[in-house]
């Protein structure tokens, strides 16, 4: 007897980003190339550069394949890799309300 397991159950919906008023759609999921060509970029040469460009692309690629060039720029690109794939930020905490002191008189 075998088993199944839907992968599908592990997958978060799209992530949405925002780019200059410009709704995308990312896979919420980071493509294996992609985090790949993210670490290549760690060792600071042209093609790591050219090939992190390219998967991005990709990336944007999954839900709008008629796009034809990212619509980022290169530190933009890099840190919406740690944006969209990164942990989110801590939420700030919600200043206390002050409690009033009633007067004496």
């Given at each position: 007897?075998?088993?199944?397991?839907?992968?599908?159950?592990?997958?978060?919906?799209?992530?949405?980003?925002?780019?200059?008023?410009?709704?995308?759609?990312?896979?919420?999921?980071?493509?294996?190339?992609?985090?790949l060509a993210v670490q290549?970029?760690?060792?600071?040469?042209?093609?790591?550069?050219?090939?992190?460009?390219?998967?991005?692309?990709?990336?944007?690629?999954?839900?709008?394949?008629?796009?034809?060039?990212?619509?980022?720029g290169l530190v933009q690109?890099?840190?919406?890799?740690?944006?969209?794939?990164?942990?989110?930020?801590?939420?700030?905490p919600k200043p206390k309300?002050?409690?009033?002191?009633?007067?004496?008189?």
């Open positions: 007897m075998t088993r199944t397991i839907n992968l599908d159950d592990l997958n978060d919906p799209p992530i949405t980003a925002t780019i200059r008023g410009q709704k995308y759609l990312i896979p919420a999921d980071c493509p294996a190339p992609l985090w290549r970029v760690n060792q600071s040469d042209v093609a790591s550069v050219e090939a992190l460009a390219e998967q991005m692309l990709a990336l944007f690629q999954v839900h709008q394949p008629d796009l034809s060039e990212l619509p980022l690109m890099v840190r919406a890799f740690a944006a969209i794939y990164g942990e989110p930020a801590p939420e700030k309300a002050r409690a009033q002191r009633k007067r004496a008189g």
